[in-house]
Nanobody, 115 residues
Framework: QVQLVESGGGLVQPGGSLRLSCAAS????????MAWYREAPGLQRELVAS???????HYADSVKGRFIVSKDYPKNTVYLQMNNLKPEDTAVYYC?????????WGQGTQVTVSS
C-alpha cells in the first residue's frame, strides 16, 4: 500500500504562484508513474502533468510554460510549482502514483485563483 500526502493549496490572486507537495510513503524509484490531476466542480478529473520513472515530464497544453514538476528523491516527494495562475486553474489538485499492480491517489488539495 502506498500513501500520498498532499499539501500547499490555498487562495491566490490571478498571476500569483503556489507550490504543491506530494509526499509518498515509498521511494519514488518504486513507482512506475506519477502524475498531477485536477478536478473543477462539475467537471471530470483532468491530467495536469505526468512522468514515467526515469522519464521526462509531460504537461497539459493548458498549463505548459506555467507549471513545473520537480522531484526530491531523498524526501520521497514531488512538487508542482504553479506560476502565473489563472481563475480557470481553480480546482482540487490530486497526486497520483502507479505501481506495477495498483493505482493510488492523494486526498487532494484545494487551489482557488480569485481576486
Amino acid at each position: 500500500q502506498v500513501q500520498l500526502v498532499e499539501s500547499g493549496g490555498g487562495l491566490v490572486q490571478p498571476g500569483g504562484s503556489l507550490r504543491l507537495s506530494c509526499a509518498a510513503s515509498t521511494s519514488l524509484y518504486s513507482l512506475v508513474e506519477m502524475a498531477w490531476y485536477r478536478e473543477a466542480p462539475g467537471l471530470q478529473r483532468e491530467l495536469v502533468a505526468s512522468f514515467m520513472r526515469y522519464g521526462s515530464t509531460h504537461y497539459a497544453d493548458s498549463v505548459k510554460g506555467r507549471f513545473i514538476v520537480s522531484k526530491d528523491y531523498p524526501k520521497n516527494t514531488v512538487y508542482l510549482q504553479m506560476n502565473n495562475l489563472k481563475p480557470e486553474d481553480t480546482a482540487v489538485y490530486y497526486c497520483n502514483a502507479r505501481t506495477s499492480s495498483e493505482n493510488y491517489w492523494g486526498q487532494g488539495t484545494q487551489v482557488t485563483v480569485s481576486s
